[in-house]
C-alpha cells in the first residue's frame, strides 16, 4: 500500500463528482476481488481518471477503503435515520430500519459482498469506527423501540430487543449476498433479483420481522385460522 503526498493544487473538473468516480470504482472492485488484490491503478481505470488524481483526495488505498466503508454507514444512516426519529410505534421503527436499509442496497447493489468481505478477512477493523456510528444511531435506538413496546405490550414479552434487531437487518444483507443461491432455488435468471425485486423483498422483510414481533396471542390466533384452513382443504 505505497502512498503519495496529496496535491496542493485542486485539480481541474468536477470535484465532487471525481471523488464519487473513485468511491464508486473503490466500492466495487473491493467488492468483487477484496482490499488485498485491488490496486490503485486498477480503481482509476475504472473511474477513468488519472491515477495520479486519487491520491488528491486519499492518502493511500487503505484511506480510499476506509472511505468506501464509511460512505456505507453514512448512506444507512441518511436513509433510516429521520424516517425512525419520526416513527411513533416501534413497528414503525423496524419498518424505517428496513425501509432505508433496502433504499441503501438499491443505491449500493454491492454493500452486503464489501461488508462480508470486510468481515471474513479484516473481522471488521476496518469497518469498526462505521459500526460503532450505526450501533449508536440506528441499532440502539431500535432495540430501545422494542423493548418500550415489550413494557406497552404491543411487542412480545419474550422477545429479545437486540437479537430480533440483528434478525430483521440480516433478511435484506443475506437477501443481496446471496443471489446466486437464491436464483438457483427460485428458478431465476441472471438478472434475477433486479430494483423491482430488491424492492419486493424489502416489504416481505417489514412485514416478516413485524408479524414475529406481534403477541403470541396474535400469532397464536393466526396459527389456528391457518391449521382450520389446512384441515378444510384436506377434507375436500
Known amino acids: 500500500m505505497g502512498s503519495l503526498a496529496p496535491s496542493t493544487s485542486h485539480p481541474t473538473g468536477r470535484p465532487r463528482d471525481a471523488r464519487r468516480a473513485i468511491l464508486d470504482a473503490g466500492e466495487e472492485l473491493f467488492a468483487i476481488q477484496g482490499f488485498a488484490a485491488t490496486t490503485i491503478k486498477q480503481i482509476g481505470a475504472r473511474a477513468g481518471l488519472n491515477t495520479a488524481l486519487l491520491y488528491y483526495y486519499f492518502p493511500n488505498k487503505l484511506g480510499l477503503y476506509r472511505a468506501v466503508l464509511g460512505r456505507i454507514g453514512t448512506g444507512l444512516k441518511q436513509l433510516a435515520g429521520p424516517p425512525l426519529k419520526q416513527a411513533r410505534t416501534p413497528e414503525a421503527v423496524v419498518r424505517a430500519l428496513i425501509r432505508g436499509q433496502t433504499q441503501l442496497v438499491l443505491r449500493h447493489p454491492r454493500a452486503a459482498a464489501l461488508l462480508i468481505r470486510e468481515l471474513l478477512d479484516y473481522e471488521a477493523?476496518?469497518?469498526?469506527?462505521?459500526?460503532?456510528?450505526?450501533?449508536?444511531?440506528?441499532?440502539?435506538?431500535?432495540?430501545?423501540?422494542?423493548?418500550?413496546?415489550?413494557?406497552?405490550?404491543?411487542?412480545?414479552?419474550?422477545?429479545?430487543?437486540?437479537?430480533?434487531?440483528?434478525?430483521?437487518?440480516?433478511?435484506?444483507?443475506?437477501?443481496?449476498?446471496?443471489?446466486?443461491?437464491?436464483?438457483?432455488?427460485?428458478?431465476?435468471?441472471?438478472?434475477?433479483?433486479?430494483?423491482?425485486?430488491?424492492?419486493?423483498?424489502?416489504r416481505h422483510a417489514e412485514e416478516f420481522a413485524v408479524a414475529g414481533m406481534a403477541p403470541r396471542t396474535v400469532a397464536t390466533r393466526d396459527h389456528r385460522v391457518a391449521q382450520r384452513t389446512e384441515r378444510s382443504r384436506g377434507r375436500k
Open 125 to 202: 477493523s476496518n469497518a469498526a469506527p462505521m459500526i460503532r456510528s450505526l450501533a449508536t444511531d440506528l441499532f440502539r435506538p431500535v432495540v430501545a423501540a422494542i423493548n418500550e413496546g415489550k413494557e406497552r405490550g404491543s411487542i412480545r414479552p419474550d422477545l429479545n430487543g437486540e437479537l430480533a434487531t440483528i434478525s430483521a437487518i440480516a433478511q435484506l444483507m443475506y437477501f443481496t449476498l446471496a443471489k446466486p443461491l437464491i436464483r438457483v432455488l427460485l428458478e431465476k435468471g441472471a438478472e434475477y433479483p433486479n430494483q423491482d425485486d430488491v424492492r419486493t423483498f424489502g
